[in-house]
């Protein structure tokens, strides 16, 4: 064969398309044996460009469709229903109030980052139930939590944010708080990325900064999901409060919290 042919018969697709597959040798060479007879090379590469633009848009649609690589984050709302969680020291504004408000704003924030988002709880009830059938049912917290672990499962995610709202006997107690479980390396390297982001806020808006920590907590544990607890300020502090009950506060923390799962998401798929 013809050196000029013997590199085309060679092309490379992901040199020219970005994808890791080449034309399969039997395709190059029917397209060169219908021109090579009229000597016409040019005609040659035309149709192995052709050939290699019609694989790479086949690699492509089957990697757009492939549920390996859904993006998709849970957002858990803490709280929720019967159990209303701390409440504020001065308005006394429910924590489950506050975390929904801000774990919608977080899921619109990832969605316009191009992420698909699951929230364990969408409305004022608990996780896994209407609103409206709240009253019919007894409470049981433990219940109420394996909905959220079946939750979070079933939609098989890159990682998980649950919003809290922090409490402490000492009102001076301020700032964003991020907790992740001890056991999990990617737990650590989400809540390290998101306090990090959140140590900016807490600098500006509290004057101190906090390091992320492991902790014991159910929704960090139930799966192996890279997990982080955001407790997004102390309700039992009035300054804390006032900023929890802020729109204007509340989505740049939302923002925040976005931008930060995203930084670890890109990072992890390197």
Same mark, same amino acid.
């Given at each position: 064969?013809?050196?000029?042919?013997?590199? %085309?018969?060679?092309?490379?697709?992901?040199?020219?398309?970005?994808?890791?597959y080449?034309?399969?040798a039997?395709?190059?060479?029917?397209? *060169?044996?219908?021109?090579?007879?009229?000597k016409?090379?040019?005609?040659?590469a035309?149709?192995? *460009?052709?050939?290699?633009?019609?694989?790479?848009?086949?690699?492509?649609?089957?990697?757009?469709?492939? $549920?390996?690589?859904?993006?998709?984050?849970?957002?858990?709302? +803490?709280? +929720?229903?019967?159990?209303?969680?701390?409440?504020?020291?001065?308005?006394?504004?429910?924590?489950? @109030?506050?975390? *929904?408000?801000?774990?919608?704003?977080?899921a619109?924030?990832l969605?316009?980052? +191009?992420?698909?988002t699951?929230?364990?709880?969408?409305?004022?009830?608990?996780?896994?139930?209407?609103?409206?059938?709240?009253?019919?049912?007894?409470?049981?917290?433990?219940? @109420?939590?394996?909905?959220?672990?079946?939750?979070?499962?079933?939609?098989?995610?890159?990682?998980?944010?649950?919003?809290?709202?922090?409490?402490?006997?000492? $009102?001076?107690?301020?700032?964003?708080?991020?907790?992740?479980?001890? +056991?999990?390396?990617?737990?650590?390297?989400?809540?390290?990325?998101?306090q990090?982001?959140?140590?900016?806020?807490?600098?500006e808006?509290?004057?101190?900064?906090?390091?992320?920590?492991?902790?014991?907590?159910?929704?960090?544990?139930?799966?192996?999901?890279?997990?982080?607890?955001?407790?997004?300020?102390?309700?039992?502090?009035?300054?804390?409060?006032?900023?929890?009950?802020?729109?204007?506060?509340?989505? %740049?923390l939302?923002?925040?919290?976005?931008?930060?799962?995203?930084?670890?998401?890109?990072?992890?798929?390197?």
């Open positions: 064969m013809d050196n000029r042919l013997r590199r %085309l018969s060679n092309f490379d697709v992901k040199a020219y398309f970005g994808n890791p080449r034309l399969p039997c395709a190059v060479e029917r397209a *060169l044996i219908i021109v090579v007879g009229k016409k090379l040019w005609t040659a035309i149709a192995l *460009l052709v050939l290699a633009a019609i694989a790479a848009i086949s690699v492509a649609a089957a990697y757009a469709y492939s $549920p390996g690589i859904r993006k998709v984050i849970v957002i858990d709302a +803490g709280h +929720g229903g019967a159990d209303g969680g701390v409440t504020g020291v001065n308005t006394g504004v429910t924590e489950a @109030e506050i975390n *929904l408000t801000v774990a919608r704003l977080v619109t924030e969605k316009a980052l +191009g992420y698909e699951v929230l364990t709880r969408d409305d004022e009830g608990e996780a896994g139930v209407f609103a409206e059938n709240d009253e019919a049912a007894l409470y049981n917290k433990r219940e @109420e939590m394996q909905r959220r672990r079946d939750i979070i499962s079933a939609a098989d995610p890159l990682c998980v944010i649950s919003i809290h709202c922090n409490n402490f006997p000492s $009102p001076s107690r301020r700032g964003a708080q991020v907790f992740y479980s001890a +056991g999990s390396s990617g737990g650590k390297a989400l809540a390290a990325i998101v990090s982001a959140l140590n900016k806020l807490n600098t808006k509290t004057g101190r900064t906090y390091s992320a920590l492991g902790g014991d907590y159910y929704i960090l544990n139930c799966t192996a999901y890279p997990s982080a607890i955001v407790e997004c300020g102390f309700l039992s502090n009035p300054e804390d409060e006032k900023l929890l009950t802020d729109d204007g506060y509340r989505a %740049l939302a923002v925040t919290i976005a931008r930060a799962v995203n930084e670890y998401v890109s990072s992890s798929l390197k």
